[in-house]
């Protein structure tokens, strides 16, 4: 799979479900773009949403399609690229302001030769200042610009795709997820394996409107990112080591895993107290770069607290993963107990 023999004409994509509050702000920077002739056109697909997404994204400048039906973004972006008339598409979620430089490191990622897609970042001054939402998109920002220029996946919240390499290996796999998933993450590898590179970028960004609570980002993070993610992995003749899943992230996982044991082991009397105190020495040194990140932006008590919750990202993550390993060990050997009683 070739890259780009023409140079880039964007087609920017945005799936919106009620985003009056967010496409007010999301869609002008992007709009401006067609207006400097950085970008061909601004495709919003409303997926049957009951305010009045439709009719803002239109009064701002975006071409609208409806979706007919609920559809999800990944469907509705599948069906924006057969209508998009660039060369490449742009998706954009509706909670992301894109960077008024944006264009130009798409360019120079196109003009790299045998690149089939590239994509961004987050920056790290998110607008909501909860707790949640800073830690999560501190985290997102962390990974990204610390993961390898040549990606092993692709990100829909910021990235771009040459049309035909998109259409070629079919899209976005709304069979399998048809809910907000991983499915960004598992059409990056059917591009690599299509014979495509993919360039991360991490100064290509874009603010994050997003507002994590607990219970939704617990919901997201397990149900929709790391089940899926961790039976993927699994699928895999390789493992990946890139991003939040590479070899050094397993390690991080282990410490965790042993200092989150500490607790109940100190409550029952098994070790004493102090060996809980000097484990934060530990993780804090496991995950200096992370803490510095939130310590530069946050300050010393969020960089504790950063650091504390990140330890239960890495419980649930390991045993997401854990349990998809497992499940797929289950799934190959009973067959064959089946095959072996005839």
């Known amino acids: 799979m070739s890259g780009l023999t023409a140079p880039p004409r964007i087609s920017v994509i945005m799936p919106v479900y009620n985003g009056v509050e967010f496409i007010r702000r999301s869609l002008p920077p992007l709009v401006a773009m067609v207006s ?36 999800g973004p990944g469907a509705a972006r599948n069906m924006a690229v057969r209508e998009a008339r660039g060369n490449v598409v742009w998706f954009v979620d509706a909670d992301v302001i894109v960077h008024d430089d944006a264009v130009r490191f798409i360019n120079e990622g196109f003009a790299q030769p045998g690149v089939v897609a590239v994509f961004g970042s987050y920056d790290d001054r998110p607008p909501a200042q909860n707790f949640l939402s800073q ?24 990235g771009v795709v040459i049309r035909a390499a998109f259409l070629a290996v079919g899209g976005f796999d709304v069979e399998r997820y048809r809910r907000p998933s991983i499915e960004d993450i598992e059409l990056g590898y059917r591009l690599r394996h299509a ?22 980002l617990l919901h997201t993070e397990i149900f929709c990112r790391a089940i899926p993610w961790s039976r993927l992995l699994v699928e895999q003749p390789d493992m990946t080591d890139d991003l939040n899943v590479s070899s050094m992230e397993r390690v991080r996982a282990v410490v965790a895993g042993l200092f989150l ?70 799934r190959r050997t009973v067959p064959l107990a089946g095959q072996g009683s005839g």
């Open 195 to 216: 014979g495509g590179s993919i360039l991360l970028i991490p100064e290509f960004q874009g603010t994050h409107l997003k507002v994590w609570r607990l219970l939704n």
């Open 261 to 330: 044991l500490l607790l109940p082991c100190a409550l029952t009397g098994f070790v004493p107290w102090w060996s809980v105190l000097a484990g934060l020495p530990v993780i804090t040194l496991a995950n200096w770069q992370l803490a510095a990140l939130f310590l530069r932006r946050k300050g010393v008590l969020f960089a504790l607290a950063g650091l504390l919750f990140h330890q239960l990202y890495y419980l649930y993550s390991g045993a997401a993963f854990a349990y998809s390993w497992l499940e797929a060990k289950l």
């Open 36 to 71: 400097r002739g950085e970008v061909l056109e601004v495709i919003v697909v409303d997926d049957s949403s009951t305010d009045a997404t439709p009719q803002l994204a239109v009064q701002l400048g975006a071409r609208v399609i409806p979706s007919g039906g609920r559809l």
């Open 135 to 158: 830690y999560k998109n501190l985290v997102h920002h962390f990974y990204h610009h610390r993961g390898r220029r040549v990606a092993s996946t692709f990100w829909s919240g910021c």
